[in-house]
């Protein structure tokens, strides 16, 4: 009895394995810690902002609607509910996108304000949180490079037979991506220009991109 339970075992993980439940498994796996790692990359920079906002705030408190714009953008990204599920749902997913562009680009505006203050410029804190985002707008492209090839795979996987009827058997879809106007743009390290007057890519070892100017 128990030799016919361990064969009949067997042939089942042999069936599953061979009809791709096993990578349909692994893929989905891999998308979910790979949007996990985006997510914290994001929240990351969503808790640097409130100490940028308060430092640029007491250099140039009048530059009122570009500190209440970054305000408002951070509350919107912060009002989405990111969890994993997210994924997939390409509507929500879109919004959530959207929301973090919207934040790239009032945080870039943020920065060109900056450049008007050299005192504020000159601040230790200011140069300690330039240096925290810099460094995070780098993670951010890496984690978000990392989720869009977890992504193909497992798309791939569940489109390709035989997998693809092991997918629509057991309910899986195809998992919202990132989209992006240029790809390159995905390996290329984002620079933010801190430094008054200098033209972007002048400096040494600084690219022309920006990841906060472009929007994603």
Partial sequence: MRLKLLALLVLAASLLSGCGYNRIQTTDEQVTAAWSEVLNQYKRRADLIPNLVQIV???AAHEKEVLTKVTEARAQVAGIKATPELVNDPQAFAQFQAAQAQLSGALSRLLVV???YPNLKADASFRDLQAQVEGTENRITVARNRYIKAVQEYNTTVRVFPSNLTAMLFGYKTKANFTVEDEKALSTPPAIKFDGGAKPGA???????SALSAGY
């Fill in 203 to 209: 400096a040494a070892g600084k690219p022309a991109g």
């Fill in 114 to 116: 900056v450049e008007n």
């Fill in 57 to 59: 705030q007491g250099y």
